[in-house]
């Protein structure tokens, strides 16, 4: 509990601090630019973090917390913000539609992780492995992401979500 608790608080300190640069960097670069730095600083803690324990080096897995802690800080700003961009009158909707979304990728990806680190650990007969594993498929994940990222595209979402609202305003009156 006490080594889980000092990677939480030094994971969570990184996170504050970035969550407070992530807000000035967004005012001086893209949004985009932004998540992607945070996804990259992400994916670089999950590599990092992954290789210490292949070599068992805790100082390495530490600095693998920060610049997880970091990643995570950037993308949360700018994440937000490009979802911030893409609401339209229905800003409560998106806003919620977010939050649920946000709360059902943590409970699937907290519980798929803890699946696949048990079984690989089972199959493999090593704890280890079952965690390396989990974090390179977390690293996969973030560049499938990234991917994804590159095909957002804002003014087209306000443009249809507004067309859609147009419909549905068409419908209720025709009602």
Same mark, same amino acid.
């Given at each position: 509990?006490?080594? @889980? @608790?000092?990677?939480?608080?030094?994971? *969570?300190?990184?996170?504050?601090?970035?969550?407070?640069?992530?807000?000035?960097?967004?005012?001086? &670069? #893209?949004?985009?630019?932004?998540?992607?730095?945070?996804?990259?600083?992400?994916?670089?803690?999950?590599?990092?973090?992954?290789?210490?324990?292949?070599?068992? =080096?805790?100082? &390495?897995?530490? *600095?693998?917390?920060?610049?997880?802690?970091?990643? @995570?800080?950037?993308?949360?700003?700018?994440?937000?913000?490009?979802?911030?961009?893409? @609401?339209?009158?229905?800003? *409560?909707?998106?806003?919620?539609?977010?939050?649920?979304?946000?709360?059902?990728?943590?409970?699937?990806?907290?519980?798929?992780?803890?699946?696949?680190?048990?079984?690989?650990?089972?199959?493999?007969?090593?704890?280890?492995?079952?965690?390396?594993?989990?974090?390179?498929? =977390?690293?996969?994940?973030? &560049?499938?992401?990234?991917?994804?990222? *590159?095909?957002?595209?804002?003014?087209?979402?306000?443009?249809?979500?507004?067309?859609?609202? #147009?419909?549905?305003?068409?419908?209720?009156?025709?009602?």
């Amino acid at each position: 509990v006490a080594a @889980t @608790t000092r990677i939480t608080s030094i994971w *969570g300190t990184c996170v504050l601090v970035t969550l407070l640069v992530a807000g000035w960097l967004e005012r001086r &670069l #893209d949004k985009r630019t932004v998540a992607r730095a945070g996804a990259w600083l992400a994916i670089a803690g999950f590599m990092v973090i992954a290789s210490s324990g292949l070599i068992r =080096q805790t100082g &390495l897995f530490y *600095g693998g917390v920060v610049l997880l802690g970091l990643g @995570t800080g950037l993308a949360t700003v700018s994440n937000l913000s490009l979802m911030l961009d893409m @609401t339209t009158a229905q800003v *409560g909707l998106y806003i919620g539609a977010w939050g649920m979304a946000d709360a059902l990728a943590r409970l699937l990806g907290t519980v798929l992780s803890g699946v696949v680190r048990d079984l690989v650990a089972q199959f493999a007969h090593n704890p280890l492995a079952g965690y390396v594993t989990v974090f390179l498929i =977390q690293a996969g994940l973030l &560049l499938l992401s990234l991917g994804m990222l *590159g095909r957002i595209d804002v003014q087209r979402f306000r443009r249809q979500s507004q067309s859609i609202a #147009d419909r549905a305003a068409l419908l209720n009156d025709a009602s």
